[in-house]
């Protein structure tokens, strides 16, 4: 094997990247705090008194869960137009990205609602809590305790999607690495390196998350 390593053409475009896994992280943080929103009413709307609303929760979890997210992004980025609706790249990406979340994270807080022990509800009825208190002051809480370990899963998951947003020339870490790899032809030196920083970051996000997490677990125990 002939192949000598050299590096500094990678290095010359360091700039490149930290921009480039910047606006990773943004779309990421963006799109799961939309989602997240999102993903909780679904996750309410499941667990309705009404067989419609119940029916229309888990068909929206069904059916994003089961696209894979790159046809979600294509159709929204290329099929919303041929129906008048317009969206830019960058907000193409990230509707498509919130909306395959809110299907994950509906599921993640359903798992959490039930993890509520329905003593404390009781509870909270019998000292005349009205129902939206009782869903502030004690459902809500334990849930988002319960829910948070796969919240960071999915918080990682989606970080590693945003990979996919250089598929419609979003200019995120793997679009930079591509345009490097055309210019310097060092194949394994660039996708090296951002293999590296994928999972540098993914581990920071993951350490964060944890962190985040025993310290809610002490406040709430």
Not at 145 to 168: C, E, H, Q, W, Y
């Amino acid at each position: 094997m002939n192949y000598y390593f050299n590096f500094t053409p990678i290095f010359e475009q360091w700039p490149l990247l930290l921009k480039g896994i910047s606006l990773g992280l943004l779309l990421a943080l963006i799109s799961i705090c939309i989602g997240s929103l999102v993903g909780l009413i679904v996750a309410f709307a499941s667990r309705s008194p009404s067989h419609t609303v119940r029916t229309i929760a888990f068909s929206w979890i069904s059916i994003l869960r089961n696209l894979p997210i790159l046809v979600i992004v294509l159709f929204i980025f290329f099929g919303m137009p041929q129906l008048g609706i317009s969206l830019d790249k960058v907000t193409s990406f990230i509707v498509a990205l919130s909306l395959y979340a809110s299907a994950y994270m509906a599921e993640v807080f359903r798992g959490g609602l039930l993890g509520v022990p329905p003593g404390l509800v009781e509870a909270g009825q019998a000292i005349g809590l009205s129902p939206l208190r009782i869903k502030r002051h004690i459902v809500l809480p334990i849930m988002f305790r319960n829910a948070l370990p796969a919240f960071g899963n999915n918080f990682v998951s989606l970080f590693k999607d945003t990979s996919l947003a250089a598929t419609i020339a979003i200019p995120e870490l793997t679009f930079f690495a591509r345009k490097i790899n055309s210019e310097t032809f060092r194949v394994i030196e660039i996708w090296l390196t951002a293999s590296l920083i994928y999972i540098v970051c993914c581990y920071a996000i993951t350490l964060i998350l944890r962190a985040m997490e025993q310290r809610l677990v002490l406040e709430t125990s």
